[in-house]
């Protein structure tokens, strides 16, 4: 009889548990098979590079801020309080595991790691472009480029700050960041169009 494979997930936890264990820039590709009761060929399935785990990380925090909006629609809601939401719910994934995150990341931007780098921003890009969609952004161009770029820096900021936020339920991260949310809805008073892209209502994040 075969044996039963580690899922792709269970690679996933299983370093995320290592990692809680003896710190991220320690776990090794040969601990993580053996955490999940496989063996390196069951990771190099999944996974060419430990970089990679980092990747599948932050994807289940896309995944988790895309369910939120299928699952509600998030109706009644302005386009302030959708991206409210949805950054809460994608930093809300990865609470759980936000010492692993802060080191995961803090790897990705040591010096030198261009090969890293890189990649990491055309990340960051595809997940802004997954939470304009489920927010429901849809301004043409050029109103959609200056979007998109103020919605990135805030994006990153309150990443950033977040993965130091001790604050209980990170509350000093959700105050930035509906204070930066604020300053987007009333800069976007002075494009071409008066508010955000996709608003239907006049509501404001409380």
């Known amino acids: 009889m075969a044996r039963k494979r580690p899922t792709r997930d269970a690679m996933v936890n299983a370093a995320l ?13 040969h601990q993580i098979a053996a955490e999940c009761g496989g063996g390196l060929d ?34 009644g809601h302005n386009a302030r309080q959708r991206l409210y ?5 994608w930093l809300d994934t990865l609470a759980p ?3 692993v995150t802060r080191e995961m990341i803090g790897h990705k931007l040591e ?18 472009q997954w939470l304009r969609e489920a927010a429901r952004l849809d301004a ?12 990135t820096a805030l994006f990153v900021k309150t990443f950033l700050h ?12 959700r105050r930035r960041l509906d204070r930066g949310l604020a300053v ?19 509501e404001s994040h409380s």
Do not use: C, N, Y
């Open 17 to 29: 548990t290592v990692a809680e264990r003896e710190g991220w820039e320690a776990v090794r590709l």
């Open 42 to 75: 069951d990771v190099h399935r999944h996974f060419s590079e430990k970089d990679e785990i980092i990747d599948a990380w932050l994807d289940r925090a896309d995944a988790a801020m895309l369910a939120l909006h299928d699952r509600d629609r998030l109706t």
């Open 85 to 89: 939401r949805l950054i809460t719910t």
């Open 97 to 99: 595991h936000q010492r």
């Open 111 to 128: 010096p030198g790691h261009l090969h890293v780098q890189f990649p990491a921003l055309l990340r960051i890009s595809r997940t802004v």
């Open 140 to 151: 043409p161009l050029p109103r959609r480029a200056l979007e998109e770029t103020a919605l």
């Open 162 to 173: 977040w993965l130091d936020d001790d604050s209980p339920d990170q509350e000093r991260t």
């Open 184 to 202: 987007l809805e009333a800069t976007a008073r002075f494009i071409p169009g008066g508010r955000f892209s996709g608003d239907t209502t006049t």
